[in-house]
Structures are given as structure tokens and as C-alpha cells.
């Protein structure tokens, strides 16, 4: 809960850090600059190769999740239930509880708007924390990602779908690929922070793929930003072990028993 309020307290008063991770050695690195963790169903393309976070398993969130739990000890933790684990209040409740208690996260994390927030609403009256996620839904979408938020119809369903999940009880929620104009208003609206990606400067916090922000998957989406390049760090290490092993320099006495 201390660390629900903590994320809370800084609505309009300091940008939030985000970051995705699914393993506990990278954990470890990032939460010493975070303020939230995400394992995110993301994984699915970034470490599987799925096509669609449709893909995603229950058991796969749970056990990336309790890898990262290791390595987290100041953010707060997130998971992401993936597509057709809360389809109903009775499934919601039970996949939930279930990620809760093998993983020790802080909160779960679902997709969509006007039409999950009574299963929102059922969750947060359990005692669950719920993090909500509108604009583009990975989960829902079929083909490309397109920008939301440009036509006047999405705009108003955006409104309407960000009022009725605030009003359900999430404590923040994720904007994705929002435009920038309708990002403002909605952060502005809600008295929850709100998380972006792909949705400019106007949201209250910002959250990546850990992988793309490093380099590792060379990403060609536009809202990403490659901070470093581990790929040449790797590349450089690999070269040189390669090197030492053919030259005989590798193991040398020091490594050797």
C-alpha cells in the first residue's frame, strides 16, 4: 500500500519512471532508478517472438514475474494478466489471486476501458490494486498498431473509457500510443497518475521496454529511444572471448582449478 501512495503522491508533482522487466537480473539493475516495474505480456514478442501478445500464458506471466520479484526491492511491481484471464469477475478474481500469491506482486495490470470496469470494480473490492491500460491494446488489436485519439469518435470513447476505470478504483493507468493533445486533456481529468508510451510529454510518468530502451531489440517504433547499445557491448565481449579461446589465452591459470 506504501508504495500504491507513493505513486500516487506524485500526480502533477514529479514524473514517474516505469520500466518493463522479466527477469531478475535485470530487475535488479533498474530498480535502483524506478519507480514501477512491469512485467509486462510484452514479453511475448520481445524474448518469444510471438506475433501477438494473444499468445501470452497465464504460467509464463507467472513465472517471469517471480524471477523479477527477486530482484525487485524499492518499485513498486506490476504484472500484466494476459488476453483471456479476465473475461469474467469469477475468472478475473481467481487468475488474479492466483498471480498474486505465486509472484508477491504489488498489482495486476488489464487492458481496456468502459467494458472491463465493473471487473475492475469487483477486483479493487477484493483488495486487488489495478493498474488500467487505454489507447492501443496489444491485446484487442489485429494487424497494425495505429496512433489513437485523432478522430473525434476516439477521442470521446477515450474520455468515457478513462472516467469509468478511475471510477472503478485503478490507481493509474497506461496510455499507449495516444495523441499528444488528448494525452494533456486526459491526464489533466483524472486525478490518478498517468503512465505513457507513445503518448508524449503530458502524461505523468513514462514507461519502456527495458529491451528497446537498451538497444537489444533495435526497435523501429517511433515512440522509442535508444538510451545505449548493449548489442556493441556484447558484440565486443563475444569478439574478444572468441579471440582468447583460439589464441589459448582462455582459460588461462587463473580461471583453471
Not at 516505469?18 to 539493475?29: D, G, M, Q, W
Not at 498471480?99 to 469487483?122: F, R, S, Y
Not at 503512465?195 to 517511433?222: E, H, P
Amino acid at each position: 500500500m506504501k508504495k500504491i501512495l507513493k505513486i500516487l503522491k506524485k500526480k502533477n508533482k514529479s514524473k514517474i519512471i516505469c520500466l518493463t522487466a522479466y527477469s531478475k537480473n535485470i530487475a535488479e539493475v533498474i530498480d535502483k532508478f524506478t519507480d514501477l516495474i512491469l512485467v509486462g505480456d510484452s514479453l511475448g514478442s520481445v524474448l518469444y517472438n510471438y506475433n501477438t501478445t494473444r499468445k501470452v500464458t497465464l504460467n509464463m506471466m507467472i513465472e517471469h514475474a517471480k524471477s523479477v520479484r527477486q530482484g525487485v526491492v524499492n518499485s513498486l511491481l506490476v504484472v500484466d494478466m494476459p488476453y483471456n484471464t479476465y473475461r469474467t469477475k469469477n475468472e478475473a478474481l481467481k487468475n488474479c489471486k492466483k498471480v498474486i500469491k505465486k509472484t508477491k506482486c504489488d498489482a495486476i495490470k488489464l487492458e481496456g476501458g468502459v467494458k472491463i470496469a465493473p471487473i475492475i470494480k469487483h477486483l479493487v473490492k477484493k483488495k486487488i490494486f489495478v493498474m488500467g491500460h487505454l489507447g492501443i491494446l496489444p491485446q484487442s488489436v489485429k494487424g497494425k498498431f495505429k496512433i489513437k485519439g485523432k478522430k473525434i469518435r476516439e477521442k470521446n470513447q477515450m474520455l468515457k473509457d478513462a472516467k469509468a476505470i478511475e471510477q472503478a478504483g485503478v490507481f493509474s493507468f497506461v496510455l499507449e500510443g495516444v495523441e499528444k493533445n488528448l494525452s494533456k486533456v486526459i491526464t489533466k481529468n483524472t486525478k490518478i497518475p498517468t503512465i505513457g508510451i507513445g503518448a508524449s510529454v503530458n502524461c505523468d510518468g513514462q514507461i519502456l521496454v527495458t529491451d528497446d530502451l537498451v538497444g537489444l531489440t533495435q526497435s523501429k517504433i517511433k515512440f522509442v529511444k535508444e538510451f545505449s547499445n548493449i548489442r556493441k557491448t556484447i558484440t565486443q565481449g563475444i569478439k574478444k572471448y572468441r579471440r582468447d579461446v583460439l589464441s589459448k589465452k582462455f582459460p588461462n591459470k587463473k580461471y583453471s582449478y
